[in-house]
């Protein structure tokens, strides 16, 4: 019996252009962005999707947590149980566009209860293959750590956490 191994991939890179006012997923598609803000401590987006199991979406960059945490508003039928979603990276604020590179690892909320890390075989993975350097892997490992941390110790409330270390988040 052979383990299914996940697929290997570059890490994703997405653009976040504040004078066009889109957002260009990795895969190149460009969508117009509804909302952006600038804070100190990061940039929040919120945009329509044409996505089959969501219809909105808001997310905040947070470059010093090497974080991004998301709300997907999703369609009837597609509901899942998570309020925040959360992807490892590094995040870049730049003077006319932020950009993001994913590194594999992904956070589920809920809020109260619970957050579970996700895709580590992604990392483990895209690192064995020579993808995902030694620095930037461990990187990614200890910025999950600390922040499902952070989130358990405020009762797994994302922006209890995020208030406390002055990132007093807002969403729609």
Do not use: C
């Not at 993975?125 to 993808?131: D, L, M, P």
């Not at 030694?134 to 910025?143: C, G, N």
């Amino acid at each position: 019996m052979s383990e299914e191994r996940p697929h290997i991939h570059p890490p994703k890179v997405e653009t976040f252009d504040l004078v066009a006012r889109t957002n260009i997923d990795p895969k190149g598609f460009v969508r117009q962005v509804e909302q952006y803000r600038e804070e100190p401590w990061g940039l929040y987006m919120a945009r329509h999707a044409d996505h089959p199991q969501f219809h909105y979406l808001e997310s905040w960059l947070l470059p010093d947590l090497g974080i991004r945490a998301s709300i997907f508003h999703f369609n009837p039928g597609h509901k899942r149980d998570q309020d925040h979603y959360i992807d490892i990276g590094d995040f870049t604020r730049g003077e006319r566009a932020w950009t993001s590179e994913d590194h594999y690892l992904d956070l589920i909320v809920q809020t109260g209860r619970s957050t579970e890390l996700l895709d580590v075989d992604e990392l483990l993975e895209a690192h064995a293959a020579g993808i995902l350097d030694p620095k930037t892997s461990e990187r990614a490992m200890l910025t999950a750590a600390s922040t499902i941390d952070g989130i358990a110790a405020h009762d797994h409330d994302l922006g209890a956490w995020l208030t406390s270390v002055g990132m007093p988040i807002t969403w729609r």
